[in-house]
């Protein structure tokens, strides 16, 4: 079993930054895919970033290209979202996940992750 917390949410101006922090615990993911999703208010939740486990191979959506950058430190079994120049339509509850087995591309493409956090709210104001 893994527990993921999810930390570092909160209200900041449009072209501000936040850094999210996602802490696993019960076992090491740092062989799981980890990855970020959001849902925006009336929205189905999202795709927005994942991680390859040993972190050479990175993948976003559209929408947070190039302002939007996900990195792990697997020795303190942590993975990051560093969000840049953020946008009212960047405001969402943020879940972490992360899944042990299955290819990364499988998972960003169905959802199927095999954990999940509970979320943190990040909200942009216009």
């Known amino acids: 079993q893994v527990t993921l917390v999810e930390s570092g949410g909160g209200l900041v101006q449009a072209g501000g930054s936040l850094r999210l922090s996602c802490a696993a615990s019960?076992?090491?993911?740092?062989?799981?895919?980890m990855g970020w999703f959001r849902q925006a208010p009336g929205k189905d939740r999202e795709f927005v970033a994942a991680?390859?486990?040993?972190?050479?191979?990175?993948y976003y959506s559209d929408s947070v290209k190039d302002r939007f950058t996900i990195s792990r430190d697997n020795a303190l079994n942590t993975v990051y979202l560093q969000m840049n120049i953020l946008k009212p339509e960047d405001t969402a509850v943020y879940y972490c996940a992360a899944d042990p087995g299955q290819d990364i591309v499988v998972v960003i493409t169905t959802g199927e992750w095999g954990y999940w956090g509970q979320g943190t709210q990040v909200t942009v104001p216009s």
């Open positions: 991680i390859s486990w040993s972190g050479g191979s990175t």
């Open positions: 019960g076992r090491t993911v740092s062989r799981y895919a």
